[in-house]
């Protein structure tokens, strides 16, 4: 007796033109995934090899699902096989980890063949995607950066700072104040909102033109600027 015999239904009995229906749909829908990880990804650096690498997940994943069909035997026998399998590439951001399962579970609803799931339900995500793009779900406010610049300790007083950045920001919050490199330096950061029409590069570079400034630091939501 083979317990795993027993444990498994008989198996989805699919006609050619389901298995080329299920694997296309796998396609489209995963070709969908990465077109909107793509374009919601404006402003970052994104790998091609990362996009095309959402829709073949999207469609091998349909061919496993049709594979494993209703046996209990093959899902395990899969899962001992995949286990050998090691990635090694860092995923730079929690939110591609997420289109990563979106790839997954669009092409596992293909290649069950349930297709109202499939289209439906990835349908609706995309969009709900897309809206939080269209109102910048999560951004920070423009103009608003995380600034940092060092002095020596005979320099460390502020009001020359604090004029710089009254003229060039409409906000100025003093966060924190540390010494670096064994005492050699004085850091203090803060949190500040550009006035319409100034630029960070000229809050660097009257920053960095006072007296004892060693090193001035803008920190953005997209990158840095650093002087």
């Known amino acids: 007796m083979n317990i795993f015999s027993d444990a498994a239904v008989p198996l989805l009995q699919l ?17 969908l995934v990465a077109l909107v990880h793509r374009y919601t990804s404006r402003g970052k650096a994104v790998s091609s090899s990362f996009l095309h690498t959402l829709v073949i997940l999207s469609m091998v994943v349909a061919l496993v699902m049709m594979v494993i069909g209703n046996s209990i035997a093959r899902a395990f026998s899969l899962v ?12 730079k951001e929690n ?13 596992m609803a293909a290649g069950v063949g349930n297709y109202p799931i499939a289209i439906y339900g990835v349908t609706l995500i995309l969009l709900l995607l897309l ?4 109102v910048r779900f999560g951004v920070a406010p423009a103009g608003v950066y995380m600034m940092r610049f060092q002095r020596i300790p005979e320099d ?11 003229k060039l920001t409409s906000s100025h919050t003093h ?3 540390k010494t670096v490199k064994m005492g050699a330096f004085i850091e203090h950061s803060f949190l500040i909102r550009l006035k319409r029409g100034v ?4 809050v ?12 001035v630091t803008m920190l953005a939501e997209e990158g840095e600027t650093e002087v």
Request: proline fraction near 0%.
């Open 175 to 177: 966060l924190s104040v």
């Open 95 to 107: 939110r591609d980890i997420a289109f990563v399962f979106f790839a997954l579970a669009a092409g």
């Open 80 to 91: 001992g096989a995949l286990s050998i399998i090691r990635f090694r590439t860092v995923v």
């Open 131 to 134: 809206a939080m793009d269209f």
């Open 199 to 202: 630029s960070e590069q000229q």
């Open 156 to 166: 460390t007083e502020r009001d020359d700072v604090i004029k710089v950045l009254e």
């Open 15 to 31: 006609t050619l033109t389901e298995i080329l229906l299920n694997i296309l749909l796998s396609f489209v829908l995963g070709l």
């Open 204 to 215: 660097v570079t009257q920053l960095s033109a006072l007296e004892g400034m060693e090193r």
